[in-house]
């Protein structure tokens, strides 16, 4: 167990509808981080947060947002989605000390499957 | 642009025997680190190691060894004695080091223990 909880396990939702994913990083962590993990384009960086401000962008299409709270929890909104979004999507922590790459330890992920 | 090629894409092994999955990384860093991550069936992505560039030792943890050849761009790691559980998908990874940068992974190897 990483530490990271994720919410939910699993979402199944239609084409053009919009979701949100959660994410809890370990107790102590600042920075959050967003990935994709699908078939055709394996595991895709999205976005990172750091202490509530955005710090990174990675792949993520315009349709996605995230955010992080001042608690530290993140939320991915995916919105308008697609057939192509079906995909598990992770959240990793890492303790968020500048200037230095730490381990990024991950979240269990979110099995999304849009019909 | 950074970039981590797993060429191997499936090794299937009977128990017992050692393996070894390769990695190979692109990148302009002088400074940078690079990790492997282990995904069981269950689908988390569990740590395994973090080495940073300039330490270039061989790490010995258990069954598990890890071959770091900043000559070759190369950071292999090998299972000796394999065993069942370690059947998953196995990640290189690639960050720079500074700023708490993405992950670039690789497409992974599915590795396959055979009883």
């Known amino acids: 167990d990483s530490g990271v909880t994720q919410t939910p396990k699993h979402l199944i939702t239609a084409t053009g509808q919009r979701v949100t994913l959660r994410c809890s990083p370990r107790s102590g962590d600042l920075s959050v981080y967003w990935y994709q993990q699908s078939l055709d384009q394996g595991l895709q960086f999205l976005i990172h947060y750091y202490n509530g401000e955005e710090r990174a962008k990675g792949n993520i299409l315009e349709r996605f947002s995230a955010q992080q709270f001042p608690d530290l929890h993140s939320e991915l909104n995916l919105s308008s989605l697609e057939l192509g979004d079906s995909a598990l999507y992770f959240c990793?922590?890492?303790?968020?000390?500048?200037?230095?790459?730490?381990?990024?330890?991950f979240g269990p992920g979110t099995r999304l499957l849009v019909l | 642009a950074q970039k981590v090629t797993q060429a191997q894409t499936e090794i299937s092994v009977v128990e017992k025997e050692d393996v070894t999955l390769d990695c190979v990384y692109e990148?302009?860093?002088?400074?940078?680190?690079l990790f492997w991550y282990k995904q069981p069936p269950s689908g988390e992505l569990v740590f395994l190691i973090r080495?940073?560039?300039?330490?270039?030792q061989n790490e010995i943890s258990g069954r598990y060894s890890w071959n770091f050849q900043k000559s070759t761009s190369s950071f292999n790691f090998t299972i000796t004695a394999s065993q069942v559980v370690d059947s998953a998908v196995y990640f290189c990874a690639l960050s720079p080091n500074f700023g708490n940068e993405k992950l670039t992974f690789g497409t992974g190897t599915r590795l396959t223990i055979i009883p």
């Open positions: 990148t302009r860093d002088t400074t940078y680190y």
């Open positions: 990793a922590s890492s303790i968020g000390t500048s200037g230095v790459q730490e381990t990024q330890y």
């Open positions: 080495r940073n560039s300039f330490d270039e």
